[in-house]
């Protein structure tokens, strides 16, 4: 299998990654609704969002964890696991990834993975690293297209192997762990759809729903050009996000505002302006329209420029 060899990419400097089709889209994460639960009654959340004009429902199931005293709660993904699984993605890309019974994963280290995570300015200690992969593997996700031809139901890691404590002090702190990623991921490896993203670019927006942009933007403005603009309406982009829609239509705009802002700081968008859609003087919606800034219009073209090497790589193997 040379799927990673395909994806992997020789920009060091720059620190490359990869979005993954219709799953880095849909509102997987819980980022707003406090994190632990004990109430079993109404443990599922359940979000609708539409991805290039299919209409989707997304049921997201929590972990069920035992604490060290013993008492179990209910645990949903939010921006640890979200951070957490985006590093273990870069590592595959930079030669962790295997392939095992035709399915993608990454061999690595806690010690490897903590490290990569202080790298990054997200410094958890182990016990949190190791909950946070327990709760990626015992999470379940169900994504179902309306017209009912997509259904897919799985853990966001369906299999994990993890060293002991004392396994590592019998090693010197030295042990290989497995992640298999969720089955959405091995799919849009194996279909190459899937997109190159400045992975350190992403880790060094602190804002969830500006990240999450980010990476939206990465994937889906393909022709990013001042004569293209990126023009997402408010209403159905903060509810395809993980952050949902709020009830008051002013604390959306500014989380939109604040969103925009920290990437014009970052230099991937230029300047943007609004289009308030109203109903008398009330607004009901707001049309945005997005300029980008070179740097990402550079990245875009490095992008498409490498979709093309992969396809042209993947037609090679294929053909031996």
């Given at each position: 299998?040379?799927?990673?060899?395909?994806?992997?990419?020789?920009?060091?400097?720059?620190?490359?990654?990869?979005t993954i089709e219709l799953y880095d889209a849909i509102p997987k994460y819980v980022w707003n609704q406090k994190k632990e639960n004990i109430d079993l009654s109404n443990a599922i959340i359940i979000r609708y969002c539409n991805l290039r004009g299919k209409r989707f429902l997304i049921k997201i199931k929590p972990a069920i964890i035992e604490k060290k005293n013993f008492?179990?709660?209910?645990?949903?993904?939010?921006?640890?696991?979200?951070?957490?699984?985006d590093v273990l993605r870069k590592l595959a890309v930079e030669g962790k990834g295997k392939i095992i019974d035709g399915k993608a994963g990454v061999i690595f280290t806690l010690y490897e993975l903590q490290k990569e995570l202080m790298k990054i300015g997200h410094g958890y200690n182990l016990n949190e690293i190791k909950e946070a992969l327990r709760v990626c593997q015992g999470a379940n996700l169900e994504c179902i297209s309306k017209d009912r031809k997509i259904f897919i139901s799985s853990s966001f890691f369906p299999v994990i192997s993890l060293t002991t404590k004392n396994f590592l002090k019998e090693n010197k702190n030295k042990g290989i762990c497995y992640v298999q990623f969720n089955p959405l991921v091995n799919?849009?490896?194996?279909?190459?759809?899937?997109?190159?993203?400045?992975?350190?670019?992403?880790?060094?927006i602190r804002s969830p729903l500006?990240?999450?942009?980010?990476?939206?933007?990465?994937?889906?403005w393909v022709q990013a050009h001042n004569l293209y603009p990126y023009t997402p309406s408010l209403i159905s982009f903060l509810n395809c996000s993980p952050r949902e829609l709020s009830l008051r239509i002013s604390e959306n705009i500014r989380a939109m505002k604040n969103a925009l802002d920290v990437l014009i700081q970052k230099k991937i968008i230029s300047s943007y302006k609004l289009i308030k859609k109203k109903y008398g003087r009330k607004i009901v919606d707001v049309k945005y329209i997005i300029l980008p800034h070179r740097n990402f219009v550079e990245q875009i073209m490095r992008s498409n420029k490498k979709r093309k090497k992969i396809i042209?790589?993947?037609?090679k193997i294929n053909l031996t």
């Open positions: 299998m040379f799927l990673f060899k395909i994806i992997k990419s020789k920009i060091k400097e720059d620190e490359y990654s990869n008492n179990t709660v209910l645990i949903y993904p939010g921006q640890r696991e979200e951070i957490l699984e799919s849009a490896i194996k279909s190459l759809s899937f997109r190159q993203y400045n992975y350190t670019t992403g880790m060094q500006a990240r999450y942009m980010y990476k939206r933007m990465s994937h889906y042209k790589a993947a037609l």
